[in-house]
T-cell receptor, first 112, second 113 residues
Framework: NAGVTQTPKFQVLKTGQSMTLQCAQD?????MSWYRQDPGMGLRLIHY???????DQGEVPNGYNVSRSTTEDFPLRLLSAAPSQTSVYFC???????????FGQGTRLTVV | EDKVVQSPLSLVVHEGDTVTLNCSYE??????LLWYKQEKKAPTFLFML??SGIEKKSGRLSSILDKKELFSILNITATQTGDSAVYLC?????????????WGLGTSLAVNP
């Protein structure tokens, strides 16, 4: 099983550019989320979704958009990249909130 | 404010030592507590705890939850260099419509040969 597939692994952007991080899961999980991980700050929730067509903001949503048109896919869009968005991003899915979450491999994003 | 606090922040031990990692929490509506191991990549799941006093065990790793005192411990016996990682604790919060996992900052464990 593929589990959670997240692309790309690495990305360098210039300030002001936009991009989409892709996330797909094949486990039929309802709950999907995006985190960023920064040194000393732990995992911080950006956006999450409890099912197709439903999204909500997490702890640090500014500068990011998400959509959930299907159960499988949950892309994260950076609208206008800023150096403060340099981070490692993880997509995760779980059957229910609070149960085992499966993580994608992560995207290391650098904004210059 | 909901929070999860892990201690110590970092730990250096020798192979064969036993370590205990701590996770305390304050959340509005507790659902579960989860432990993850993170090496230089994505976190991988270790345990999920929902009931007090019931030990979960996997090989040399074990964990237990105390819902009265609001904490959990993760024990690793006979540590090996492959146990070197950051260990993350997360608590599932079912408060109203704002359901989420609240993460601690992690404990960085280094096991020296």
């Amino acid at each position: 099983n593929a589990g959670v597939t997240q692309t790309p692994k690495f990305q360098v952007l210039k300030t002001g550019q936009s991009m989409t991080l892709q996330c797909a899961q094949d486990m039929n999980h309802e709950y999907m989320s995006w985190y960023r991980q920064d040194p000393g700050m732990g995992l911080r929730l950006i956006h999450y979704s409890v099912g197709a067509g439903i999204t909500d903001q997490g702890e640090v949503p500014n500068g990011y958009n998400v959509s959930r048109s299907t159960t499988e896919d949950f892309p994260l869009r950076l609208l206008s990249a800023a150096p403060s968005q340099t981070s490692v991003y993880f997509c995760a899915s779980s059957y229910l909130l609070g149960t085992e979450a499966f993580f994608g491999q992560g995207t290391r994003l650098t904004v210059v | 404010e909901d929070k999860v606090v892990q201690s110590p922040l970092s730990l250096v031990v020798h192979e064969g030592d036993t370590v205990t990692l701590n996770c305390s929490y304050e959340v509005t509506n507790f659902r579960s507590l989860l432990w993850y191991k993170q090496e230089k990549k994505a976190p991988t799941f270790l345990f999920m705890l929902t009931s007090s006093g019931i030990e979960k065990k996997s090989g040399r790793l074990s964990s237990i939850l105390d819902k009265k005192e609001l904490f959990s411990i993760l024990n690793i016996t006979a540590t090996q260099t492959g146990d070197s990682a950051v260990y993350l604790c997360a608590v599932g919060d079912n408060a109203g419509n704002n359901r989420k996992l609240i993460w601690g900052l992690g404990t960085s464990l280094a096991v020296n040969p």
